[in-house]
């Protein structure tokens, strides 16, 4: 069904809330356009594959757990790698393997000697993941928890500085790219809640085949890339179209912002338009290597809990998804988030090679590490401390015309992405 006035609703912006958007709006019949300034699709979440190795753009994962994502994807044909369910931190030159032995019961003598951690807080660990499973999502996000912080939280179960700083701070700073703990215990929540549901994975292909899967589901045509929109147009008080970098102006039945928050406010500035977008961001900066041994071994997620720590977390690709690299090579991934990842790339990459040794006590010589990438990401999730959702967009624009499909309506996550796009496919279904 083509729209009454014959033209297609735009969408800008095709990172995941814009791909399921799309995919909503013309399984129901909608003529769309997709415009995305990138030259790919997929936003945030994109893959390079250089010289055989997977580069995505910045270490990720997919939480097989999320409920909305994962109608929009075919698990089967993503050949989906597990990541073990345990983090192995490395501290002061000692190791400690904590695993959920609830998921991997393999995982339980290693997590009972662990040193990391107390008996004490590994008992309030197994309470708040069970805790954490009863409850349902947006329990996870009711005012409840949403307007404490994680510290705060933690420090309410029960749990001590030792542990807070040496094991929830760097898993957080994994998951949440947040070392300091000042989100929102919503978040904690909802992450643990899905962590324990399901799986930790990435596509063999790359957490880029997420998104590549769901626009090859579009029309072929419906996304145009490297085609940035410069402005909105406005004619008789409503939002008719788009204008291009190029000047280009395109006319639209309705216009959908699925852009970053930042580009979305510019963009309803271009009209006047002011949006109660999330103002803070959180950044982080991966580097990738190649290793003759990798220090870091294992399925885990390795946490760097050193005070003086650069890179937060890290991770052999390889021994998770043997198809990141060809030729029986070893790449591994190590992330740094907060005020460490704006270092310059010399710094960061000393202070990468200096750290996965220590993490692994081995000797640099013998990890024989080979920088292959380094992606930076200043705008990787968007901050979520107590009380934001209060403040959070609505999917309309107070413009006729004019939508809102975002990771902002719910949280900064690949589910709340997907959630945005459908609830924008949905509201705009109801009234157009
Ligand atoms: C390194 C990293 C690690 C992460 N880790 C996790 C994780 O482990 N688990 C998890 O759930 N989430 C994680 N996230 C967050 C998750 O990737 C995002 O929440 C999600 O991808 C956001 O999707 P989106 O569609 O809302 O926005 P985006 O992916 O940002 O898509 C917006 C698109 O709009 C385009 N655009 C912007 N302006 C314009 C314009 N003017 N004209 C045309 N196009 C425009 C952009 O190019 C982009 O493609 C991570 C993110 C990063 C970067």
Redesign the pocket.
């Known amino acids: 069904m083509s729209t009454p006035d014959g033209h297609p609703i735009v969408i ?9 958007a799309a995919i909503e709006l013309q399984a129901a019949g909608r003529a769309v356009l997709v ?4 030259p790919d ?6 893959t390079t594959v250089h010289d055989g190795l997977v580069i ?8 097989t757990a ?1 409920p909305t ?1 994962r109608r929009y994807l075919d698990f089967d044909r993503l050949a989906l790698r597990k990541f073990l369910p345990a983090a192995r931190i490395a501290r002061d030159g000692q190791l400690s393997l904590i695993g959920d032995a609830i998921a991997d019961p393999g995982l339980l003598l290693d997590t009972i000697v662990a040193r990391a951690i107390g008996i004490g807080d590994k008992l309030r660990l197994l309470a708040l993941r069970r805790f954490a499973q009863q409850l349902s999502i947006d329990d996870c996000f009711s005012a409840r928890f949403a307007g404490i912080s994680t510290r705060d939280f933690l420090r309410a179960r029960g749990f001590g500085t030792p542990v807070i700083d040496g094991f929830f701070a760097p898993f957080y700073g994994g ?1 949440l ?1 947040d070392r300091t703990l000042a989100t929102s215990a919503s978040i904690l929540l909802f992450t643990f809640k ?1 962590l324990a549901d399901g799986d930790t994975v990435v596509p063999a292909g790359g ?1 880029g085949a997420l ?1 590549q899967q769901m626009a090859a589901r579009l029309t072929p045509g419906t996304v145009r890339t490297a ?4 402005a909105l147009v406005v004619t008789d008080g409503r939002v008719t179209g ?1 204008r291009l ?1 190029d000047d280009t102006v395109l006319d639209a039945a309705q216009v959908v912002l ?3 928050a930042p ?2 406010a ?2 309803a500035r271009s009209i006047g338009i002011s949006l109660p977008e999330p103002a803070g961001a959180r950044g ?1 900066t ?1 580097l990738y290597y190649t290793a003759r041994a990798t220090p870091i071994p294992g399925k885990a997620l390795w946490l760097n809990a050193n005070a003086d720590a650069v890179i937060s977390h890290a991770a052999t690709l390889t021994d998770v998804a043997p198809e990141y690299a060809t030729n029986g090579r070893t790449l591994i991934a190590a ?1 740094a988030v907060g005020a460490p990842a704006d270092l310059d790339d010399a710094t960061l990459d000393a202070a990468a090679r200096r750290e996965l040794a220590r993490m692994g006590n081995v000797s640099a010589e013998r990890a024989g590490l080979e920088r292959v990438a380094l ?1 930076r ?1 200043p ?4 901050e979520q401390p107590p009380g934001w959702r209060e403040h959070r967009p609505g999917i309309a624009c107070g413009m006729h015309g004019l939508w809102r ?4 309506l719910h ?7 997907a959630r ?2 459908e609830m924008a496919a949905k509201a705009i279904l109801h009234a157009t």
């Open positions: 800008i912006g095709a990172g995941v809330a814009g791909l399921v415009l995305e300034a990138a699709v997929g936003g945030r979440v994109r995505d753009h910045g270490f990720q994962v997919l939480f999320y994502l998951i790219l899905m957490i998104t085609c940035a929109v410069r788009v970098r699925a852009t970053d580009s979305a510019t963009l982080c991966t992330t992606w990401v705008y990787s999730q968007f499909a975002s990771e902002t949280s900064s996550s690949l589910e709340g992405a945005g796009g």
